[in-house]
């Protein structure tokens, strides 16, 4: 590992940034080393740019890839090299693609697909509560408060915890 590599993981640890962030930002800097060839430290701000050029236009990559080098690429020029010169300064527009939206039939059918009970009223309890599937694995029965009518999430997306709803048709 080279000390630039180690000092950019030190600090996004220190930053309390997920694995994933973590592993998307390295791959952006050593994305752009890899394209010319030489340390990222040694790369000016025009050839960043024409890197995220090539990224859009030759490698018909997508905003959102090109987003994510562009924080990746932020991070390590601000706070690893702290030399905000070289940092891209560009917001790039995100697609929003609009969600498959299920008929009321096609979700009575998935949801009654499975033979038990038991994994029908999970399937049930997970689109009712809007659960994402990770939630979903660590939900354990004393996070559900029947009284109140609500489900505790914990540890989320962001490491955070949330309440959501119970419906009485779980």
């Known amino acids: ?16 940034l997920s694995v994933h962030t973590q592993r998307s930002y390295s791959s952006a800097v050593s994305g752009l080393a890899k394209h010319y060839n030489m340390s990222p430290d040694k790369i000016s701000k025009t050839m960043v740019e024409d890197y995220l050029l090539y990224l859009k236009n030759v490698k018909n990559q997508a905003s959102n890839g090109v987003a994510t080098v562009v924080s990746g690429l932020k991070f390590f020029y601000k706070y690893v090299l702290s030399n905000e010169e070289n940092a891209p300064h560009y917001a790039q ?26 994994h029908r009223l999970m399937l049930k309890t997970t689109y009712s509560a809007g659960l994402r599937a990770s939630e979903v694995i660590h939900l354990k029965p004393e996070h559900i408060d029947s009284k109140r009518m609500l489900i505790k999430v914990q540890n989320s997306k962001c490491k955070k915890d949330r309440y959501t709803l119970l419906s009485e048709n779980s």
């Open 93 to 118: 527009r995100s697609t929003r693609r609009l969600p498959v939206v299920l008929t009321p039939k096609e979700v009575h059918g998935i949801i009654n697909a499975p033979r038990k009970l038991k």
């Open 1 to 16: 590992m080279t000390q630039l590599r180690g000092e950019m993981s030190r600090l996004m640890q220190l930053r309390d």
